[in-house]
């Protein structure tokens, strides 16, 4: 504070204008304002006796503190910091980074062996799992009965954060492809989002897909057409019979149970 | 002695090409034998079944992407005999039923003026054996109950209980899969009428 500025301030406990908390300060203009001819302080309150004095150097308002310099400044020095840490660590601790995506790549690993163990058909546990009345029904070679039809499950939102979503996308085998388009605990979008990549293990879209059920021929379809057919259907069911494939690997006949 | 060996060596092949000539054509047979029709009959079913199913597709609301549902359409044309096949529709409010081709009711269905419908199927059954006709195809008629419901703005605005009946055709048919010919006996769905709505 420069010198050439002064404060002034009252210091009677009953003077309502300098007890403003707010600016409790006069300022030397305002001071000088207030002096007679005889350079007598004039109360402003009007009383008698004015306590109206010059601050002491102690007294002086402290300016504010800069938290918006402080902020910027330790914001500053914080991104140094890890910049200069990350530079350490990736040229020093590479062996310790090396370890971490191994052990990731474990976990990865035996999370991928526990999901295709699930996932193989004809256990125990897939076999009960199959609730398709329809299914049921002509299992049982049966002549009747009522069929609610179920509306094909939609569980997930399209566009929302979707976990199963990676999941869906690692089916191994032609047969876990086939299983999981049909397979309705994903949504539509999903199991549809896995038909090119189901439909890339084959020659071409019209290979000719022979469907039987309880190993009695059912029908034909070409394969494009089959896929749709267990996407909408949602026939989860299916076991790879026979498949023969061409010389680049690709399959060019197929023949499953469902 | 050369002579001979070159005969039956040419004797070989010809019965050879003769016999995977046979393997390659298959015949279908001419006559379905009643362990056939039954299987004919359980596949009937199923696609009976597979076409509610197909319906339950095309008429959810809920369903938002149109291919799937055009898809849902094309499957479940290819189920029945021709695409000239008829579908008859009644109306709970008056007596006068109409007859639309499959994919034009598919397509009527598809878009209909509800903002939610529930088509239930029940009680598929057969009412009718197979019996073969005069041009050698085997006609059966199955029949189940549809129960449509129709809601506006979360109100049941109609509802209707309809008894329908589906020809049902074994025939013999020859498609072509890529490079590959098939001939075969094959069950396929024909003209569905109306018996009865309440």
Redesign the interface.
């Known amino acids: 504070m420069s010198d050439s500025i002064k404060l002034y301030k009252c210091y009677k406990g009953t003077c309502s204008k300098c007890l403003n908390e707010e600016d409790p300060y006069i300022t030397e203009d305002e001071y000088k304002e207030l002096l007679d001819a005889d350079g007598k302080v004039q109360c402003p309150e009007g009383h008698l006796d004015c306590g109206i004095q010059e601050l002491k150097p102690e007294d002086y308002p402290k300016p504010p503190k800069d938290n918006k310099k402080l902020f910027i400044i330790g914001g500053g020095i914080l991104i140094v910091v890890l910049l200069i840490a990350g530079v350490v660590f990736m040229f020093s601790g590479k062996s310790k980074y090396d370890k971490a995506a191994s052990s990731m790549k474990s976990v990865g690993n035996a999370v991928e062996v526990i999901k295709d163990s699930l996932d193989k058909p004809n256990t125990p546990d897939s076999k009960a799992a199959d609730n398709n009345p329809i299914r049921q029904e002509v299992a049982s070679g049966n002549k009747d009965q009522s069929m609610p039809i179920a509306k094909p499950k939609v569980e997930e939102k399209e566009g929302g954060i979707d976990k199963s979503a990676s999941d869906i996308l690692t089916a191994s085998s032609l047969e876990n492809g086939l299983q999981k388009i049909g397979d309705t605990k994903y949504s539509l979008s999903q199991r549809k989002a896995l038909l090119p990549k189901v439909l890339s293990k084959f020659e071409n879209s019209t290979v000719m897909v022979t469907v039987s059920m309880n190993n009695n021929k059912f029908e034909y379809f070409t394969v494009d057409k089959y896929l749709n057919r267990i996407l909408i259907q949602g026939i989860k069911n299916i076991s790879v019979k026979n498949e023969t494939k061409n010389n680049a690997g690709l399959v060019n006949e197929l023949s499953v149970n469902e | 002695m050369r002579k001979i060996a070159i005969v039956k060596v040419m004797i070989f092949f010809l019965i050879a090409s003769l016999s995977v000539n046979a393997q390659e054509k298959q015949p279908v047979e001419k006559l379905l034998g009643a362990e056939d029709l039954k ?1 004919f009959a ?2 009937a ?2 696609k009976t ?2 076409l ?3 319906i ?2 095309i008429t ?1 609301k ?4 149109n291919e ?1 549902k055009l ?2 359409t ?2 479940a044309v ?1 189920l029945f005999v021709s695409e000239d096949n008829v579908v008859e529709v009644s109306n709970a409010n008056r007596s006068e039923v109409i007859g639309y081709k499959i994919r034009e009711y598919l397509n009527k269905i598809r878009v209909l003026a509800f903002t939610k419908v529930e ?8 009412i009718s054996e197979f019996k073969k006709g005069p041009d050698g195809k085997y006609y059966g008629v199955i029949t189940f109950f549809q129960k449509f419901e129709g809601y506006k703005e979360g109100k049941l605005v109609y509802k209707d209980v309809t008894q329908k009946n589906i020809e049902v055709v074994i025939d013999k048919v020859t ?1 072509m ?2 490079s ?1 010919k ?1 001939e ?1 006996w ?1 069950v396929l769905l024909g003209n569905i009428t109306v018996k009865e709505t309440k």
């Open positions: 299987i359980t596949n079913l199923q079944k597979e509610t199913k197909y339950s597709t959810d809920g369903i938002k992407d799937i898809e849902a094309d499957l290819e088509i239930t199927f029940y009680d598929v059954q057969y498609t899969y890529g590959k098939v075969r094959n």
